[in-house]
Every structure is written in C-alpha cells, then in structure tokens.
C-alpha cells in the first residue's frame, strides 16, 4: 500500500437512509416558517431602539442664540485618544472665548465619549446615532457647523439624577 | 550643635543647621524658611513670595509649623535658626493652608477652562493638592470683568488672589509704580492711575509672567495655546547682545510665546518687552528648503551631497581664491566659526552688519539688565572671531566694495534686503547660506538652506563675552541643515579631512581659535553659559 493513503470503509448502504435525516430538517424549518415568533429585523424600514447609552456621531449643543457652547478650553482634544478634535480658539465680538475651528475626524474618533465626559461646559456630545455614511471621504470630518445642526438626541453617559455614581 | 564658618567671597558666612519634614540641611545664615525647604526638595505653597521681589508676607499660604513656636509662621520671611525643627505637611499646617485657599477661592471664579493660565496656575496646583473637595462658600461671587492695562497687560479682576507681585514689581524692579492697589480689605483690587497704562513700561510684560493666576495674561497670547500643549525649550533671547536667557513655547513646530528663564548673572527671572514681542520671525514661511545650484536654464534643486561636490569642484576651478564673506550676527558662534575656518583657509576676509538702537533700555532694579544697543545676540561673538563690523545703524549698506570683488563671495544668513540689485555680480563664485529667500542673491551660484538657531543646537555670546548655549527648539525645514555642518563638510573635502558632525565638535573648533574661550566645553557652559564656570544658582518660580 502506498504512503499516506488512507481506505476509508464506507457503511453498508443496505443499512443507512438520508431520507429520514432530510425529512427532519424540512420539519424543522417548517416549524419555523410558521412560528409567529420572528428573529429577523427589517431594518432599515424597522430601527432597532438604541440604548440611552449608545454612543454615535457627535452633537454640538448650542445656546438659545444659536452661539456654540463650546468655549475652547482645549481638553476633548487633549483627552482624546485617537487625536481626531481640531480646535482653534479665539475670541468673538463680545469677549467671549469660543471655537474658530472646532473639527472631529469621524473616521478617526473611536467614539469612547472621554469628549463629552470631560467637557467642562456640556457642549460636545455623543450623539444616538450611527447611520452616518456619505458619499465621500471628505464629509466624514464635520465641522463645527455640521456638528450644531446634528439633531439626534444625545448620549446618557451617566444618569442625571446622580451624576457622580454615588 | 556648634555653628560651622565657611568663606563665601570675603564675608565670613555663618552656617546654620536646622531640620525639615524630618531631613537635616545646612543652609547659610539669613536663608528663608521656604528657600530652605526647597532646598530639600519641599515646595511650600507661596502666592507673595517671588525669588526676584521682597516678601511681604501677606498670602498666607506659606504658613508652616515651628516647634516651639507659638503659632505658624510664614515661611518667606522667617529666616533659619539653629536648631529649628519645621514640619510643612503637619496636620496643623496643612489644615491652615486648606482653609487660606478656601477664603481664596470665595470670589476667584472657576473659569479655568477660559483661562489662559489654566494648566500653569499655581491656585489650580495648590487646591487640587491641598484644597478642600467641595467649596462651602454661599455668597454669589464679586465680579469685576476685565480691563486693559496697557502694553501686553490684560487684567481679569476676579481672578486676581492681591499677591501683589506685579506692583511690587513695578515699584521695585521696574522703579516705575504704574501699579498700585485701590480700595481696602475685600474690595480691594489692582488698577493703574487714570490713563496711565502698561504701555509706558519697557519691562511691564515681566508682570504677567509673575501672576501665580490669570489675573494678568498676555493679549498676544490671549486663547492662542493650552499651557499643557506648549513644549518649552531653554533658548537665548535673539533679540539683543544681552543675551537673556529664554525658553521658547512651540507647538506645531510654531513658536508661541518666549518666557525668561531665571539666570541671576545675566537677566534674573525678567526680559524686556521689546525682546519678548519680537518672536514672530522664527515663523517664517519664505524659507530656502533645498540646495539649489544656478545653471543656465535656471535654478537647480539638488541633494546636499551633489550640491557639495558641485560647489567643491566650482572652488577648484576659480582662478582667484580670495573669499570675501558677510555673514550675520543673528547665527551661532558655531555657524560663524566655520565661516572664519573657511576663509582663514582659502585666504580673504570677513564683515558683518548688525542694526544698533540709539539708546539701552535698562531695568533700573536690576543690575547689569538692560536692552543693549546692538540689536543681534551674536555681535560679540562674530567681532571675537575676526569679524569686522560695517554698514549703518539699520544694519543696512556698507557692502559697496562686495561688487568689485572678482574671487569667492560667501554669504551667511544675512538676506541682503536693502540690496536692489544682484549682489556681487563680478565675482567668479557666490555662495549664500541662508534660512530665507533673498531677491539680491536669487541668481547665487549657489543656495544652501540653513537652520535658524532656534533649529539648533549651539551658542550665542553676550555683550560681555558671556558664552550660552541654546537647543533645538523647531524642526527646520526641508532639507535645512546647520551652517556649521555644511560649511564643516565643505572644508573637510577641501582639506581631505573629516568635518565635525556634531555641535559640541564644531564649538570646540571654535574654541581653538578664540582666546578668550579657552577651556570652554558645552559642557562646562551648561545651561547657565560661561566663562564664569560658576555653578548658576537654583532659583524657583
């Protein structure tokens, strides 16, 4: 007998049916076709509802003069772990520090939320949303502009009535 | 314990010994409890108390536990005593200090996150390590706004802690009191007189630097960058042959601001107003990034290694070898010398134009500091190596006799501005070194890209021949490379020779060719600069 050859006996075919096996697996899926209970969601024409929790494209939350709260003290970029905030700041007609730049990098961002944990104003925000996809490559960095006129609600990272866990 | 003597210049200076937090230390008579403790390594947290001003004791915070002692004292101004045993971080003191800063934080605003001192604040520091959690105060906060004072100054009243620094600065240092404090008890808050400002202060920007808050910020640096941000780099003021010693704040490859560094022999713990504005030029964008060699169809950019064999070749076919040089007093000691290696080699000679003030601007508090007349850090340095100055008070002209010249003509840094047409159109070869692009010396044989020296390592030398290093604060551009390297690498191929490949090499070619620095090393300069060799003492803030 040749190296590495293997002789495989195979059963006696007198004695084995598939039809059986076959009959099992159509009753099975049968059971399910009937079943009232679907798995399967249809989505998009059905969303799946998403946590309070769920962190997705960012919101800028303006004040009721439609100004940025963001006051560009520096520290989402500087918490930030993917480098994907791009601020400049200055100062606006009224002596008030504000953001001339204020860019995230969407496909940079891991969407961790140390942005919105660490602002000191609530002014950046995760937001409840993820169908963000565009056409090209460029419309992924949104300005501050494009993150004012986010509307999604924002993420809970914490439950207001006890913001420190305790 | 019996008292130990030891000769400290002429006056016999008693030594006291005195304990710590538990550490023994030694420190001479009159020594401050404070000084003391940072000598061994314990900050006690001060507001008033600044190593360059008098101590009027009247923060508070300084307050620490002496045994047998009635109660704390304030270690600014309670000098050493045999014997002393002091306790910083007792129960008693520590418990005194987080209620000082508690009363501070009743009308100092938590704005950190706009203020521009966030981030180097030493109220942010002292609370967040000594303060309490949770702020007890129930009274809304007095708010004051802001106002300009002139100059550089900017002043947020509500977050002023009435140190009192800044007008003890003017009153004592500057010996110009535009500063004073108006009202009493927890009305009062610092103001000028009327419409005297700042901007009659040559010194006044030093005010912000010594704010322990954001009470005084600087407009040129108003929202620019986060402390946290900026990387500080020990550097020597180009502005003038003072020679203060500086840090450089960049990021993004961007100088952002220039801070005085504390070196008691030459600038103390200030710098003028006129050296502190004048970063903007280490910015510059219209830089030279490649060697470029002049053919007839134009400029060439090439590799240095090409560019070198190229200019080599062009030396050895130029009939007359005489090189007439200019070079800038604005380049290190190093950059120049390799100049004057050159030329001491091929024969000829070298000048330099550097732009003169009318008059100094001394700080009449401090001795030896003042805004000199020559305007270039670097005048005695080149002047030492053999360089002759000429041309006017603007730094401009003088340079007539360049256009006769028939041999090698080398520029080095200077960009020539006030020159209109093609600078030394007879001569058989031009070369310029520069950092900038220059119209008079666009169609030079050959352009070399060099770093400034804030993209170097190297030494600049004072008006009193002072030498001081300074370290690589920028990455230079393209293909920049330290005059010093590519001028070294060019004579070395003219002499067959090896060049020096790094800074503390060519400084000490520099050195065998100057007097007056013999026996100095980068490394017996250090950080304090020489000839002195004296160890700079440690001095806080």
New interface residues.
Partial sequence: MAINTKVIQRPDPRRISYLRAAFKGMALTLRHMLSPKTVTQQYPEEQTELSPRWRGTHVMEVHADGRPKC?????CP?VCPANCIRLV???DDQ???YPIVFEIDEFRCIFCGMCQEVC??EAIHMGRDFENSEYTRDRFVYDLDRLMQQDHPSALLWDPADPAGE | MAKKTSKGGDAQIEEVTLTIDGQEVTVPEGTTLLQAAQGVGTEVPHYCYHPGLSSPAMCRLCLVEVEGAPKLLASCTTTVAEGQVVLTQSEEATRMRRGVLEFYLLNHPLDCPICDQSGECDLQDYVFAEGREHGRGRDAKRVLGRDDFGGDVLFYGDRCVMCTRCVRFMDEIEENPLLTVVERGNRSVIDTFFEEGLDQAAWGGNVVDICPVGALVSKDFLHKARAWDLEHTPSICPNCSQGCNIELHTRDNLVHRMKPRANLEVNGHWICDYGRGRYEWLNRGDRLEAPVMFTESGNRAMGWKAALEALKARIDDVAEHSVKAIVSPFWSNEDLGAVARLVESLGGGVVFRSPQADEEIPLSGYEGLARRKGLAPNERGAELLGCVRVGDKAGQGGVDDFADHEGVVLVLGDSLDDQLERFAPNAALVVYLGAYTSSALASADFQFPVTTFAEQEGTFTNHVGRVQRFWPALKGPGAARPAWLVLGALLAALQDEEGPSRAEQAFSLVVDSVESYEGLSYESIGAGGGPTGEPVPLAGD
């Fill in positions: 006051v560009a003290c520096g520290l500087t700041g200055g100062e002596g008030n520090r000191p104003v």
